[in-house]
């Protein structure tokens, strides 16, 4: 991360002179002082949606779709009811959310099948500012089991995608789609991030795509390389934390074991506080990717089986990394097998989304918003990052800000 310290070093020399009171001294007090103010407010997150128990699926909205084209005709995706009545979607005893894909029906020898799930999407859109933690127990996972949590611009890829869950076998990878033009993510960040940067080209991994070429669609990744972030791995560990800040300074995701979850992001504690989580596993810095230009009011959506990507034919053949060919040759023929999908379910603690800004309980889906499906798919750390995410680019670090708060006792 690189930062200027042009306005840092100017105010140093303001300490070697002697400084007389003056309105345009008083003018600069005054714009310090403001300043500080909106670093002090940044820091808190006010809780804007809180998704969990019998209040979770208040949240969404069920996509329908009797047949998903997008997935070959493999899915289809339940109205509320439907999936109620289906026991896909239900709260446990323990409170927990439950979404399921079909482990029961059998499709063998029905041309026309298509393996039963949801498919949902937010009702609150998620503006820039903000901070959504996922706290779940099970993440789905199995051959042609394709789950993703991501958010999505209502117009895409013009108002961006932002992919927080895509599975890659044992390791989760976070990732940008996007059609603004000027978007990547540098190779220089692999210092501020502790993941690995996956679809990187020379000095850049390029977020951009192409819809009408179909070029690059897989965004700019970069995969997680902490244990168990996915699979049977994140299951027997009791699940994790995952979450992701979207605002001005870029976007930052962080990923954490159940073992290891922050104090104040537990399931009873709702004072988030990413400045001291130590570097994210993904930064996205706004310095190569506006955030600002690249990413429009977002849906959270949360979907777990798809042919479209878990259908790549390497993933089915013999002898080629994490094979499913000992399943079946192909993902629309997994598909009829209702004990590939026993595995194939979210059980979660909790959604939450907090806000750097007012919260807007009214913030929803306009009525001409997209719902059709779409494809599912560091930084700021310490005292820094804090500063960083009050909107104000590069002005200084924290002894800066030290330094202006003697200014103006002045």
Not at 100 to 108: F, W
Not at 341 to 370: E, H, K
């Amino acid at each position: 991360m690189h930062w200027s310290r042009a306005s840092h070093h100017s105010f140093l020399s303001l300490s070697t002179t002697t400084i007389m009171p003056s309105a345009h001294f008083q003018h600069l007090r005054i714009a310090v002082l403001a300043t500080i103010l909106a670093l002090t407010h940044a820091q808190t997150y006010n809780l804007q949606q809180d998704l969990s128990g019998n209040n979770f699926f208040s949240g969404f909205k069920f996509n329908e779709s009797a047949i998903d084209f997008n997935n070959f005709g493999n899915v289809h995706f339940l109205s509320q009811s439907a999936a109620n009545d289906a026991k896909l979607t239900f709260v446990d005893g323990n409170g927990h959310a439950i979404i399921k894909v079909d482990n029961t029906t059998n499709g063998a020898g029905d041309p026309t099948f298509g393996r039963n799930t949801v498919y949902l999407m937010s009702n609150q859109l998620m503006d820039i500012g903000s901070l959504l933690i996922f706290d779940v127990n099970h993440i789905p996972f199995g051959c042609s089991v394709w789950p993703s949590l991501f958010t999505q611009g209502q117009v895409w890829p013009a108002q961006g995608e932002i992919d927080i869950i895509v599975n890659l076998a044992t390791d989760n990878r976070f990732s940008l789609h996007v059609g603004d033009p000027n978007c990547n993510q540098p190779t220089s960040v692999a210092s501020n991030q502790t993941g690995t940067i996956s679809t990187a080209n020379g000095d850049l991994s390029n977020c951009t795509v192409t819809p009408a070429t179909g070029d690059n669609t897989i965004g700019c990744v970069t995969t997680e390389t902490k244990p168990n972030s996915f699979g049977s791995g994140f299951a027997s560990q009791g699940g994790g934390v995952f979450a992701s800040l979207w605002d001005v300074t870029g976007v930052a995701f962080w990923y954490f074991p159940r073992g290891s979850v922050p104090g104040d992001i537990s399931v009873n504690n709702k004072s988030p506080n990413p400045t001291t989580w130590g570097k994210a596993s993904a930064w996205y810095p706004a310095s190569s990717c506006d955030p600002t230009k690249a990413f429009g009011p977002q849906i959270i959506t949360l979907v777990g089986l798809s042919c479209a990507f878990a259908g790549v034919q390497s993933l089915w053949a013999p002898n080629s990394g994490p094979s499913c060919a000992s399943v079946a040759p192909n993902c629309s023929a997994a598909v009829t097998d209702p004990a590939n999908y026993n595995d194939a379910y979210w059980d979660i603690n909790y959604l939450r989304v907090f806000t750097t800004g007012a919260v807007n309980a009214s913030n929803s889906q306009s009525a001409g918003g997209s719902q059709t499906a779409s494809a599912p798919g560091s930084g700021p750390t310490g005292a820094a990052s804090s500063l960083r995410s009050a909107g104000i680019h590069e002005l200084f670090v924290l002894p800066g800000a030290l330094l202006l708060l003697g200014l103006l006792s002045l």
